[in-house]
């Protein structure tokens, strides 16, 4: 089954499991979406991710993080979509929620938040936020 929005379904999968109080969830893998669930674990959204390559498809276990029963992450929201691209410059990425939350930008340079990309001074497709 092909998807036109994988990382939509990702974003989607991670919504549902949160709202069940689930503690893991499970997902296609991607070398996309690997680096996206890395910057979620670096920037302390989710507790952990394993690559399961067990079977003929890899698959992405998701270990989700609550604090006091309620789910770190509390907005998890698609920016660019397959059918309207949104790209930024580094000066005019998006503070998400007054700097408390970040933007996943896609860069010339990777898959980073957008607080490293305007470090870097690169701008992208701004691909998700979360907060």
Do not use: W
């Not at 890395?38 to 959204?45: C, P, Q, R, S």
């Not at 990777?110 to 992208?124: F, L, N, S, Y």
């Amino acid at each position: 089954m092909s998807l036109s929005d994988p990382i939509g379904d990702m974003i989607a999968r991670v919504k549902n499991a949160q709202a069940r109080n689930h503690k893991k969830v499970e997902l296609p893998s991607s070398k996309f979406k690997t680096k996206i669930a890395d910057i979620l674990k670096n920037e302390g959204f989710i507790k952990d991710f394993k690559i399961n390559e067990e079977d003929k498809k890899p698959t992405l276990l998701l270990e989700l993080k609550y604090h006091s029963g309620s789910p770190v992450i509390s907005a998890f929201e698609r920016v660019s979509k397959p059918g309207r691209r949104i790209f930024s410059s580094a000066d005019s990425l998006p503070k998400i929620n007054n700097g408390l939350g970040i933007a996943i930008v896609s860069t010339p340079k990777g898959v980073m938040t957008d607080i490293d990309a305007r470090k870097q001074r690169v701008g992208g497709e701004i691909i998700c936020k979360v907060f």
